[in-house]
Every structure is written in structure tokens, then in C-alpha cells.
């Protein structure tokens, strides 16, 4: 997590504001944790790392030469054909919420088309033969629209997207915004399980990732500054008391 800002608002977003920007130096030795800890894939995110004000290229560069695949967790807006050929990341993570433009956009709140935005950054992405992962937020506003998910990603993949996974995270109703707007999004863990089941059970050419709580994932783990100190979030989160 280079850092905590983003220029957007969305309305599940969950990253605390407490979360410093990193120095070059720091990423180095983040990268260098990951690489001990035997790490294969460095996702670059934050808030928004597009808007991270050293050089992303230089340090996706310095992540490759330690063998790490490199992927950008990105909103999307800066994510022009130039900045794709600048900082050259072997993969993307877009976000996609809804089929429904009204229904994406009223989540994804600070880009007044951002619908319109992902589908042609997706397009393109499918020009030029990059590959990308697809994360939905699945909360009460569109829990029924994962079947026109499907589909719209589907006929991308058979028009030749190379989609490398599609995640359904679950939301939770922690950051600067989840936890505000937790009445208006949260469902329950049942339902959530429920709907992404029936999902997984479709055909699909390509990863289907349920994701209740990323927190407690044995796949995945986080590393962000705060306070001065390099904080990993398997370490954090299991030190601190249940609720």
C-alpha cells in the first residue's frame, strides 16, 4: 500500500487514513520483506498508486529484478494507453461493481462516468494483449447484479481479454468509508456465500476467488507504513483482540 490517497471516494472504501506514503527506500525494503517471506506477486495499491508521487515505473522495475510478478491495484482514471506503456506492470486489477452504469458509478463515487472509464481501460487492456484481474465489492446495491458481471466478462474473455481472475470480495464495513456506510452496504455472511457459490459454480475459462474477509486470507498479505514503522497485516490483525 504506497499510500493512503486517492482522489476518488468510493463508497465501500477501506483504507484507514492513518496509512503513510512510502519512500522509494521504503518499497525497496518492503520488497525485500516479501521477497524473504517467499512472496511470488506484489500487488502495488494503496489508496491510489497512480497518484504516488515517486516513480512507479522505477519501482515495478526494481520488483521484477527480484523475480516478482508485478500487478497495479488501480481505480482506473489514470490509467492511460501512455501510462501503461510507461510503467509496463505485468498485470492490472481493475474494479467492475455493477453491469448497471447508475448502480457502479453511485459506488465508485469521485469520477462522474467511471463506468464508461472501466470499460474502455478494459478494452484497451484487450488491444494491446495485457493481462487483468477484475475485483467487485459485493455488498447490498448489487448483490444481483453478479450474473451481468459474468456475462459482460465472459463475452470480453471470447473476444480475447485475457482475464486472468475475477475476485468477489465481500464487504466489510471498515476505512475511511466502509465503516460509515455499513448500514447501506452490508449483507450477511450467509448471503454473501450464497451468491458467490452460485457463481463459482459457473463455467467460467478463467479464476473465480471468493474473498469474505482479506484480512484472514492464507493467500494474501498486506504491507503498509504508519507511524514510521513498516506494518504487515497478517502480524497486525492477528495480535489484536476478536470482536
Not at 8 to 24: G, H, V, W
Not at 139 to 152: F, R, S, T
Not at 190 to 213: A, G, I, L
Request: overall charge neutral.
Amino acid at each position: 500500500m504506497l499510500h493512503g490517497s486517492c482522489a476518488m471516494s468510493c463508497l465501500f472504501c477501506i483504507t484507514e487514513n492513518s496509512i503513510a506514503e512510502m519512500t522509494p527506500e521504503e518499497t525497496s525494503i518492503v520488497l525485500r520483506v516479501m521477497k524473504e517471506r517467499g512472496v511470488e506477486s506484489v500487488v502495488f495499491g494503496g489508496g491510489e498508486p497512480l497518484q504516488w508521487r515517486y516513480s512507479l515505473p522505477a519501482v515495478i522495475e526494481e520488483a521484477k529484478s527480484l523475480g516478482l510478478h508485478t500487478q497495479v491495484g488501480t481505480n482506473g482514471v489514470g490509467l492511460t494507453p501512455e501510462v501503461v506503456n510507461k510503467i509496463k506492470a505485468d498485470r492490472y486489477v481493475l474494479p467492475l461493481d455493477s453491469i448497471r452504469a447508475e448502480a457502479h458509478d453511485f459506488l465508485r463515487k469521485g469520477y462522474k462516468w467511471h463506468f464508461t472509464l472501466i470499460q474502455k481501460r478494459l478494452e484497451y487492456l484487450k488491444a494491446v494483449g495485457i493481462p487483468f484481474t477484475i475485483s467487485t465489492v459485493v455488498c447490498k446495491l448489487n448483490v444481483n447484479d453478479l450474473d451481468g458481471i459474468a456475462e459482460y466478462l465472459l463475452s470480453l474473455y471470447e473476444n480475447g481479454a485475457q482475464i486472468h481472475a475475477w475476485h468477489l470480495y465481500n464487504f466489510l464495513p471498515y476505512g475511511r468509508n466502509g465503516r460509515k456506510n455499513g448500514d447501506k452496504l452490508k449483507i450477511s455472511l450467509e448471503e454473501y456465500k450464497s451468491v458467490t457459490e452460485r457463481v463459482k459454480r459457473m463455467n467460467f475459462p478463467f479464476s473465480v476467488f471468493k474473498r469474505p474477509n482479506m484480512q484472514l486470507s492464507r493467500e494474501v498479505d498486506f504491507f503498509w507504513y504508519e507511524n514510521g514503522s513498516l506494518k504487515i497485516g497478517s502480524e497486525v490483525w492477528s495480535s489484536e483482540p476478536s470482536s
